[in-house]
């Protein structure tokens, strides 16, 4: 079964930075995309950022400028670098990833459990 596990997480200050990462695991043929969403409380989920094969990334524009997507292909990872951060960041974020588990599986979207990111005084 695949998973994705997220950490990082954690209390920051406005104008802070922390670091995200999402590791995905078990059979895996192949991922694309992969990225970050974020839900807060009583708001919908919403784009934080993705990334393709290729290289391309899609950010959202409340973060556009602030965070920065990365990942490594060859350990099934992805990262979110996110600098500036203010209150309304404050959000549980989720990995996401589109799977294929063999060459012959459809691509499912799987989704990690979520990391806590609070950004307070």
């Known amino acids: 079964q695949v998973q994705l596990v997220e950490s990082g997480g954690g209390l920051v200050q406005p104008g802070g930075s922390l670091r995200l990462s999402c590791a995905a695991s078990?059979?895996?043929?192949?991922?694309?995309?992969m990225g970050w969403y974020r839900q807060a409380p009583g708001k919908e989920r919403e784009l934080v950022a993705t990334?393709?094969?290729?290289?391309?990334?899609n950010y959202g524009d409340s973060v556009t400028g602030r965070f920065t997507i990365s990942r490594d292909i060859t350990k099934n990872m992805v990262y979110l670098q996110m600098n500036s951060l203010k209150p309304e960041d404050t959000a549980v974020y989720y990995c996401?990833?589109?799977?294929?588990?063999?060459?012959?599986?459809?691509?499912?979207?799987?989704w990690g459990q979520g990391t806590q990111v609070t950004v307070s005084s």
């Open positions: 078990g059979s895996i043929f192949s991922i694309d995309p």
């Open positions: 996401n990833a589109v799977i294929r588990r063999t060459w012959a599986s459809d691509p499912r979207d799987y």
């Open positions: 990334t393709r094969r290729g290289g391309s990334t």
